[in-house]
């Protein structure tokens, strides 16, 4: 079994800060790209950024500039630092990994973490 648990959401004034960070744990042979993706009330499940388990990066546009994502391969995990935090960033934000563990590459999810901008 494959688990991915974040932390770090919260409530924060619009121009502040926060960090989010997902770890992996469970029969994980390999896990290739990891992301994150948000949603809000009413609307789709966006990517927000997702990193390759080489490095290579790529970002929503409405985040472009703000946020960064970065892994640590040796701890199964990923983090988004966000900056310049925006009242329309509010989401429920979910951590998502390609895992390799055993016969085949499978989809994961985390259970979510909600982060509020105040304006």
């Known amino acids: 079994q494959v688990q991915l648990v974040e932390s770090g959401g919260g409530l924060v004034q619009a121009g502040g800060s926060l960090r989010l960070s997902c770890a992996a744990s469970g029969s994980i042979i390999s896990i290739n790209a990891m992301g ?18 080489g490095g290579a990066t790529n970002y929503g546009n409405s985040v472009k500039g703000r946020f960064t994502i970065s892994r640590d391969n040796a701890k ?44």
């Open 36 to 53: 994150w993706y948000r949603q809000a009330p009413g609307k789709q499940r966006e990517l927000v950024a997702a990193i390759s388990s």
């Open 76 to 119: 199964n995990t990923v983090y988004l630092q966000m900056n310049s935090l925006k009242p329309e960033d509010t989401a429920v934000y979910i951590c998502n990994a390609h895992i390799y563990s055993g016969s085949y590459v499978s989809d994961y999810w985390g259970q979510g973490t909600q982060v509020t901008v105040s304006s």
